[in-house]
């Protein structure tokens, strides 16, 4: 069974660029979250996708987007990056309701 | 508004000791509380989860209390061991898989 893999692994940009992360969920699970993780903090949700509809957000403004695939993988685009942007980008796959997420390791990401 | 707070932020524990964090959370609406726990460079992955209509779970040496009326839960690692060293979140979601975290306890154990 293969997990949750993430790509690219570690990136750098420049404020005001746009980024496009992706995420290849774990077999069998039709449920995709993406968390933002600063430095020294905990997770927080951005959003969520289930059959590729958006299926709840966080407090994150617009520029944050996403799509599911119908294979259930997914994107996290952020346009207009700001400093304050730069952090570990976690994609999460489940089962839906089911209360277990299974992460990835993340994309890193640095916003010069 | 922090939906979950966890504390101490760093815990040092000697080898053979019982590590102890605890969350506190706000919304009632919650109803699956897990344990993630995060090694340096690795995703969160999951260590133990509760449902509020027990009290305690036990998996091997985690043991997770529960605490409905206070709206609080904790982990204890018995025995703790140098590789139990990593960042432990505690979470809590009302099973939509929307989890919200708290901001994490850095545990060291020392050899």
């Known amino acids: 069974e293969t997990g949750v893999t993430q790509s690219p692994t570690h990136l750098i940009k420049t404020r005001g660029q746009q980024v496009t992360l992706r995420c290849s969920s774990q077999s069998g699970h039709n449920t995709v979250s993406w968390y933002q993780q600063a430095l020294g903090q905990g997770p927080q949700f951005i959003f969520q996708y289930y059959r590729e509809e958006e299926n709840g957000r966080g407090n994150f403004p617009p520029r944050f987007s996403g799509l599911q695939f119908p294979n259930y993988s997914s994107e996290l685009n952020v346009n207009a990056l700001e400093l304050d942007d730069s952090a570990l980008y976690l994609c999460?796959?489940?089962?839906?309701?089911?209360?277990?997420?299974?992460f990835g390791e993340g994309s890193r990401l640095t916003v010069l | 508004q922090q939906q979950v707070k966890q504390s101490p932020q760093s815990l040092i524990v000697q080898k053979g000791g019982i590590s102890i964090i605890n969350c506190a959370y706000e919304n009632t609406a919650f109803d699956y509380f897990p344990w993630y726990q995060q090694f340096p460079g690795k995703g969160p992955a999951l260590l133990i989860a509760i449902r509020p209509d027990v009290s305690e779970k036990k998996e091997g040496r985690f043991t997770i209390s529960f605490n409905k009326s206070a709206k609080q839960f904790s982990l204890h690692i018995m025995d703790s061991q140098p590789g139990d060293s990593a960042t432990y979140f505690c979470?809590?979601?009302?099973?939509?898989?929307?989890?919200?975290f708290g901001k994490g306890t850095r545990l060291h154990i020392l050899p």
């Open positions: 979470a809590a979601s009302r099973g939509d898989d929307k989890i919200i």
């Open positions: 999460a796959s489940s089962r839906g309701y089911t209360g277990e997420l299974f």
